[in-house]
């Protein structure tokens, strides 16, 4: 089997090159050749986009959570590829990493699941996040910890690491380790593309775009909570002081979505389950079985840009991710093997954990609540969450009007 291996991530050092030339300040002197002075978000990029940091020399974080996809999948992507020899399947979309400033580490409110970072939301925090791809075995590979520092020392910029991210003379390999997590978390939070805000819904609500007809009927269809219900956990208000939504409220749900035979694991074994809160990733909740299916809500902001979509990977457009709410219920044999088979991708007994609200919860032959036109006015909707990359960052409240 082929899969996509090598994304694209060539804006990469974009921000560099722009340091340098603002440095070189209005016209081609000798000076421009000389490298920009490092700063935190440089060195950090650099990292985030370091193949040297993985076992099989050919992946980074930037390799999954490409910038020309909103920090996830490259365009074409299965499933991710990793492991020592660039092997090894795994069976979760990389979600985008924009726009999780606002998340929390995991909890439970009024017993609830809340929070946490991946589908799961095991990690607490982005730089607890970063050891899991950099020690697993289907991700960058690393045997431990002194395997990673000994790349992190073998770095041609690891002094400026260290200058930039305060590493103690003669650290410890945990020591480099707990650095190397903090500066990728850095980054996140440094580059401004991770919290643009500059979409069309945000001009919008600034008063500086106008939606067309279809944009307005799928925004108006998304709040609707008898239409699209989806602002229910794709929070789409904005909060008490302007800010702006970030379209989750880093809840959980269970959508029953169809099971993606494209997984090997999913082909080599039929009683192998991915089933999110309640493992295999995450081990403490495997005895809450009323969490089994259940995965965190994802922003939609630059939705247009991640396909493919759901935990599983399992739907590839986003016309069709959008289908899958309307038609489920109505008609199951478009998603699932047969009507008998719905939410094929739990063990029967987990399957009543499935979400049946609105949008949800139709029988066969009933009428839509969403009809095909509205599905495309949804999905218009979502395009105008696309960031403008090559335009300013907008401001993270609402523009007073
Ligand atoms: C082989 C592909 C791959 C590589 C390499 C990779 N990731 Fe990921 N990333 C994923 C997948 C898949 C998930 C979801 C994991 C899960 O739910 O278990 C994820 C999840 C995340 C999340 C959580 C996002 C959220 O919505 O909660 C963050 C943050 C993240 N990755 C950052 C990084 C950093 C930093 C690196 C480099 C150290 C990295 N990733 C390397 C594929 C990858
Ligand atoms: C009950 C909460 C809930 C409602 C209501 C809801 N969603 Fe979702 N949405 C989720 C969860 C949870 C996921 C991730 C599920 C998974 O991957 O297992 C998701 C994922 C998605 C994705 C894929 C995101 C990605 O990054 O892969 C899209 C697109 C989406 N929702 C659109 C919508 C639209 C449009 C509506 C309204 C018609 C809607 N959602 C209603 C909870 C909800």
């Known amino acids: 089997m082929t899969f996509s291996v090598f994304p694209k991530f060539l804006a990469t050092f ?165 650095k190397l997590k903090t500066a990728l978390q850095t980054y996140q939070e440094l580059d401004t593309d991770y919290l643009l805000f500059n979409s069309k819904f945000d001009r919008e609500a600034d008063g500086t775009y106008t939606f067309t007809p279809s944009e307005r009927s799928g925004r108006d269809l998304f709040n609707n909570p008898d239409k699209g219900n989806c602002a229910s956990c794709h929070t789409s208000r904005n909060g008490p002081n302007g800010e702006r939504p970030v379209f989750t409220n880093f809840s959980y749900a269970a959508l029953g979505l169809p099971r993606n035979m494209q997984i090997q694991k999913n082909a080599a074994d039929a009683t192998f389950f991915d089933k999110g809160l309640c493992g295999p990733k995450r081990t403490d909740l495997s005895t809450r079985t009323e969490l089994c299916g259940q995965f965190k809500v994802p922003t939609l902001r630059n939705i247009e840009l991640t396909s493919p979509y759901f935990h599983n990977a399992s739907i590839f457009n986003l016309t069709q991710a959008v289908s899958f709410y309307a038609t489920r219920d109505i008609d199951p044999r478009l998603w699932y093997p047969s009507v008998n088979d719905k939410f094929n991708d739990l063990p029967l007994a987990e399957r009543g954990n499935v979400i049946r609200t609105a949008p949800f919860g139709q029988q066969p032959g009933d009428r839509p609540v969403l009809s095909a036109q509205d599905v495309d006015d949804l999905v218009s909707f979502l395009k105008t969450l696309t960031d403008d990359r090559t335009a300013p960052q907008g401001s993270p409240t609402v523009v007073a009007r």
């Open 14 to 178: 974009t921000l560099l090159g722009y340091l340098t030339a603002c440095g070189g300040g209005g016209g081609a002197t000798a000076n421009t050749q000389t490298p920009a002075p490092p700063t935190p978000l440089s060195v950090a990029q650099a990292l985030f986009a370091e193949k040297a940091l993985s076992a099989s020399g050919q992946l980074a974080c930037a390799s999954c959570h490409t910038d020309d996809n909103a920090h996830g999948d490259a365009t074409g992507t299965t499933l991710p590829i990793g492991g020592v020899n660039m092997g090894q399947q795994g069976f979760r979309s990389s979600p985008s990493l924009l726009y999780l400033a606002s998340n929390t580490a995991f909890r439970f409110v009024n017993g609830l699941p809340f929070g946490g970072f991946t589908w799961d939301g095991r990690a607490n925090s982005r730089a607890e996040q970063a050891a899991g791809p950099l020690l697993d075995s289907t991700e960058m590979a690393n045997a431990d910890v002194a395997a990673v520092a000994r790349k992190v020392r073998g770095l041609t910029y690891f002094n400026d690491f260290v200058s930039q991210f305060n590493v103690p003379a003669a650290a410890t390999d945990q020591q480099i380790f707990e």
